[in-house]
């Protein structure tokens, strides 16, 4: 058990190593905040195991990057699969740990009340006027705050063992849906705190798309929507040569947006009748999914705060295909600088 910041880490018991080798599950509590959540860490082959007390105390890892994921309970194995697929044919991969930020339920892979507090962004009443009686609590800041202020620095000070010589370097932060706009809302508050943020499929239309404004005031960019970039198209095998940045840009974060093509534009499954498919194209269409990530995108690269930024349309895919697609990509984004 580790103590830090008034959060207390407790590891579970290790799971069979052959059901989950070189994974790790801890809840992280808050007793004065009434708050637990579940967290997942996930560390390479190579280094040993499989279980944290397993690895070799002279362990050395001169560099070490983090992958920060939200909505734990649907995506931390599938991002520690993705590292683990990965490795056999990359062998030039870095070290990379993925610590999953989930919750303590087990009925279910999304708990729409704590993500929708710790994801929403507040209400901008500067810009909107007074905020309704009815508006959900906002709790992206706190959010922020555990992650950098106290998650962090546990993973890099407390996981591994204290002998062990691990560079931790670069870290990258992923979202989807609403987890995609905590990402970027979260660029806005500390463009450094992260050096690669991953947004996929973003709900960028909360508050009647207030997060264009807030992007626009806290990035200092003209928010010109209408302009449509080219996206990366996803039948091709890899993404496109990344840029090399000039020394003075590599200090710079990068972006990684993605969407599927029939978040905006449904295509009718053989199952729906003509009830089901135009109930669900009324549905989406306003939201705009498609329109809204190319706004996104064109914001951010007219800022200029970013060392690259990559717009990506899954082509047939739905906004849960989406997660896992984007997932996988944007590792390799994040780990190819």
């Known amino acids: 058990m580790s103590l830090l910041s008034n959060w207390t880490f407790t590891a579970f018991p290790p799971l069979p190593a052959t059901l989950l080798p070189n994974v790790a599950i801890y809840n992280a509590t808050n007793n004065y905040l009434n708050l637990t959540y579940q967290i997942t860490v996930s560390f390479p082959f190579e280094w040993g195991g499989p279980t944290i007390s397993d690895l070799p105390s002279n362990l050395t890892s001169s560099n070490t990057l983090t992958w920060y994921v939200t909505d734990g309970n649907a995506l931390a194995l599938t991002a520690a699969e993705n590292l683990h697929r990965r490795k056999p044919v990359e062998a030039t991969q870095p070290d990379t740990i993925v610590v999953s930020i989930g919750y303590p339920f087990t009925d ?33 800041d706190e959010f922020i705050d555990f992650i950098s202020g106290t998650l962090r620095p546990w993973v890099q000070n407390e996981v591994f063992p204290s002998t062990a010589s691990i560079n931790f370097t670069r870290d990258a932060l992923y979202g989807h849906s609403f987890g995609g706009l905590f990402v970027i809302y979260a660029l806005t508050q500390s ?81 729906w009748t003509d009830a089901q498919f135009w109930e669900t194209r009324n549905f989406l269409n306003p939201l705009k999914m498609t329109d809204q990530a190319h706004d996104m995108y064109d914001l951010l690269v007219s800022s200029g705060k970013f060392r690259d930024v990559v717009l990506k349309e899954y082509d047939d895919q739905d906004h849960a295909t989406v997660a896992a697609s984007a997932l996988g990509d944007g590792i390799v984004y994040f780990e190819d600088w």
């Open 108 to 140: 279910r892979v999304y708990d729409l009340s704590r993500r929708g507090y710790d994801f929403r962004p507040p209400y901008p009443t500067d810009l909107r006027g007074p905020e309704p009686p009815d508006t959900p609590p906002s709790g992206a």
């Open 191 to 271: 463009p450094s705190l992260f050096d690669t943020y991953v947004s996929a499929s973003p709900g960028l239309w909360l508050y009647n798309n207030s997060i264009f404004t807030t992007v626009s005031q806290k990035l200092g960019a003209p928010f010109l929507p209408g302009t449509l970039p080219p996206t990366i198209s996803s039948n091709s095998t890899s993404l496109p040569d990344p840029a090399s940045p000039e020394d003075s840009e590599k200090s710079k974060p990068a972006v990684f947006i993605a969407y599927g093509s029939t978040e905006q534009f449904p295509k009718r499954r053989r199952t």
